[in-house]
């Protein structure tokens, strides 16, 4: 997230919209927005993996 330009071309490059999760404090995914009804099926991925993956202290947000 600190070189938005490089997100922009990598959207640009495959031709898509991105889902942009930060998934730890080390780490971030990009996801490829195919499907407007997708968001709502993310949110519940990142609710489940929250709740069993992850120690709480650890958790960025749902």
Known sequence: MLYPDLICQ??????????II???VHELLLLPADHKDEASEIR??????????????????Y
Do not use: A, H, W, Y
């Open 44 to 61: 519940c991925m990142i609710r489940e993996i929250n709740d069993t993956q992850v120690r709480v202290e650890e958790i960025l947000s």
């Open 22 to 24: 930060p998934s730890s």
């Open 10 to 19: 990598f959207s640009d490059r495959i031709g898509k919209n991105l889902f």
